[in-house]
């Protein structure tokens, strides 16, 4: 990811593309787990921004609450400004697909107030 960025962006793009359609179950798990290690490890904003709105995506389009587990799990150790400005962003991104997410009153405020205007903009989509 660090070592040879230009190569790692690549292999992204590629399980992107593995990812823009249906999964199994038991892959959407794994694809999230990618998703969400790059969330937490990359030093690449705009990566991490598009990876948090994979694994929105993933979830709610294939129904899979261990995937809104997960993203929960992440969450909740999201606390610096940096990080909860790239969760908000993601979160503007794919509104349609952040309403499904409950998200717990422990969250940061900006976290939940984003989530929460996703649902009253969007709910009639689904």
Same mark, same amino acid.
């Given at each position: 990811?660090? !070592? ?12 992107? !593309? ?34 948090? !709105? ?27 400004? !940096? ?44």
């Amino acid at each position: 990811m660090t !070592e040879h960025p230009a190569g790692f962006a690549q292999m992204v793009e590629a399980v992107d !593309e593995v990812c823009a359609g249906d999964l199994p179950w038991d892959d959407c798990d794994g694809f999230a787990r990618f998703y969400l290690r790059i969330f937490n490890n990359s030093p690449d904003a705009e990566l991490r921004v598009k990876a948090f !709105e994979q694994v929105l995506r993933i979830g709610a389009s294939h129904n899979r609450y261990p995937v809104a587990n997960m993203l929960r799990s992440v969450l909740a150790d999201v606390t610096n400004d !940096e990080d909860i400005a790239l969760v908000v962003k993601a979160v503007k991104h794919q509104q349609g697909y952040a309403y499904w997410f409950s998200i717990p009153d422990r969250f940061d405020k900006r976290i939940i107030d984003a989530f929460s205007g996703a649902t009253d903009e969007h709910s009639d989509i689904w």
